[in-house]
């Protein structure tokens, strides 16, 4: 099952993630990390762009987004490649032809997605993923009925989800109705899943992936079949998990060893 690690902040989140990966790319200075857009992973990057500041390089390490919006136009500011580009190429120095994003341009849209698995498959495959969950249990932008065997392809955003992203966006039409996204799939090849979870709007899709039945109703649920996943979520995303207990009891008796 997931290592399952409450803490107090999405800060501290951040710090305990940051510490993992900063760790990885001194030893792996060639680590291949899956990287997700939205507010759920900025604490890991701004935590790890001061590590940058403090000697950790990330120049030699390569990164894969989990997703795309399809045909927003180059340079769009909420693009996941301006997003990935803003948060973090520039701020921890990765070189920017290590950094891949799904191609989202409605030109060549149909041969986006093997483009990308081909793409993932040279690099040897995603280290550790990074991985946030929507309010509709979605993990990459795999949307409820995703297929556990699905690759990288395009995907109708749900109605649920444009609602969700439409604060980044002047208004909800703004907001593109398909994606590219990796597939559960893709995302299971991964060696290590990291999801993370902050606040009560995210307790109920916590609760069902970690816990609930393995279902494509529940995408976020395909974690359980996993051998190596690392949950990380405050208290709010906690407040549903019926073995919290259990979670804190395990991590205050963990062998120093095990790490994450
Ligand atoms: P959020 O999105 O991090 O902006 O909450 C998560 C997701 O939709 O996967």
């Not at 099952?1 to 060639?30: C, F, K, T």
């Not at 992973?41 to 403090?54: F, G, K, T």
């Not at 341009?105 to 929507?134: C, H, K, M, N, P």
Request: aromatic share 6%; with cysteine.
């Amino acid at each position: 099952m997931a290592e399952v690690i409450i803490v107090d902040s999405a800060e501290a989140a951040g710090r305990l993630v940051s510490d993992h990966i900063a760790e990885q790319v001194q030893i792996a200075p060639e680590l291949v990390l899956g990287v997700a857009t939205g507010s759920t992973p900025v604490p890991v990057y701004r935590a790890l762009a001061q590590r940058q500041a403090r000697g950790v390089d990330f120049s030699r390490a390569f990164a894969f987004a989990l997703d795309e919006y399809v045909g927003l136009p180059d340079g769009h500011p909420e693009s996941y490649r301006a997003v990935i580009d803003r948060e973090l190429t520039q701020p921890l120095g990765f070189d920017p032809t290590r950094v891949n994003v799904p191609d989202g341009r409605v030109e060549g849209i149909e041969t986006t997605g093997e483009r990308y698995e081909a793409a993932l498959l040279a690099s040897g495959g995603v280290d550790l993923q990074l991985l946030g969950i929507g309010t509709t249990g979605h993990i990459g932008f795999n949307e409820p009925g995703s297929s556990f065997g699905s690759f990288t392809r395009v995907k109708t955003l749900t109605e649920q989800t444009r609602a969700d992203n439409a604060r980044f966006f002047g208004s909800l039409d703004e907001v593109p109705i398909h994606c590219v996204t990796q597939g559960l799939g893709t995302i299971l090849r991964a060696r290590h899943l990291m999801l993370l979870a902050f606040g009560e709007g995210k307790a109920k899709a916590i609760a069902a992936a970690v816990e609930g039945p393995v279902t494509a109703s529940l995408p976020g649920s395909a974690i359980q079949l996993h051998a190596h996943v690392t949950v990380v979520v405050d208290e709010a995303a906690a407040s549903r998990l019926k073995h919290s207990d259990y979670y804190r009891w395990a991590q205050a008796n963990k062998p120093a060893w095990q790490g994450l």
